[in-house]
């Protein structure tokens, strides 16, 4: 197996921490809120998607 990885992964961060940061940013701008939505990562990107217009659920 290989055991090599780049950028953002080798650091532990994932695609769902990553949108979830982003998010939370851009609508609190605050890092305390930002650190805890990447805990939640890809639950907050779901729950984002179905509670803004024009999400997931339209």
């Known amino acids: 197996m290989n055991s090599h990885g780049t950028g953002a992964a080798k650091a532990g961060i994932g695609l769902g921490s990553a949108i979830a940061v982003a998010i939370s940013w851009s609508l609190h701008k605050s890092i305390l809120w930002a650190i805890v939505h990447g805990v939640l ?10 509670t803004r217009s024009g999400g997931l659920s339209g």
């Open 41 to 50: 990562s890809w639950f907050y990107v779901i729950y984002y998607a179905f």
